[in-house]
């Protein structure tokens, strides 16, 4: 279910984020930022994704 969203989402756009998120990953930007979500035994949330269309 999870991957199904994304077939909402533009190739380029997935990619971008793809590419951005494993270069935070490997510099360490996203443990900087979100790693403290690491030690929580639970995270609850939500995903947003807003689509404009003319």
Same mark, same amino acid.
């Given at each position: 279910? $999870?991957?199904a969203f994304w /077939? @909402? %989402?533009d190739d380029g %756009? +997935?990619? +971008? @984020? *793809?590419?951005t998120l494993r270069r935070d990953l490997? /510099? $360490?930007a996203w *443990?900087? +930022?979100f790693g403290h979500? +690491?030690?929580r035994p639970a995270y609850e949330g /939500?995903? %947003?994704i807003v689509r404009a269309t003319p």
């Open positions: 279910m $999870g991957a /077939s @909402f %989402v %756009v +997935r990619e +971008r @984020f *793809d590419e490997e /510099s $360490g *443990d900087a +930022r979500l +690491r030690t /939500s995903l %947003v």
